[in-house]
């Protein structure tokens, strides 16, 4: 009985020891979170005061990368239900010309590959053959392999297995 004893003690040490540790570490970490926070926030002013000078002087506004428009992470106790971006009728029509007066879709691009082709291509063959006759666009394999099974569940592309390879070739 004493060794049963024994062990439980053992226990009780290591999960308040653990706890213990567990707090600590949040507390370091909601330390790092609210210096992020506020670095953001400073960064964020200063870009809005940056905006409103080069209005003001006339030149056009320079494009925000990805990361300047990406969400803080907050915890979950902070979060609050996301908007959704409104996009004007201008926005998605310019939006429409830019992709219409981008060239041919990438289905469209892989049908005339394919049609191209004596014998079955694989999705990496066919991206690698894309890149190359379209280095502006930035192709990639997952795409044109999901593309490519689009178009074998609407019958315009075969596909064949060789072992644990797949392969697509054009309709006849």
Known sequence: MTEATEL??????????DLDRNVKEQE???AELTALQQQLAALQHDHSVLVSVQQALGATPAARTDSATAPSRRKKSEARPRKQAKTTPAKQSAGKAVAKTAGPTLVKLIQEHLSGQDEPRSAAEITTALSKAHPERGIKTSVVRASLENLVARSQAHRTKQGSSVFYSATS
């Not at 439980?8 to 020891?17: E, F, G, I, L, R």
């Open 8 to 17: 439980t003690s053992q226990y009780k040490n290591q999960v308040a020891s």
């Open 28 to 30: 370091r970490v909601t």
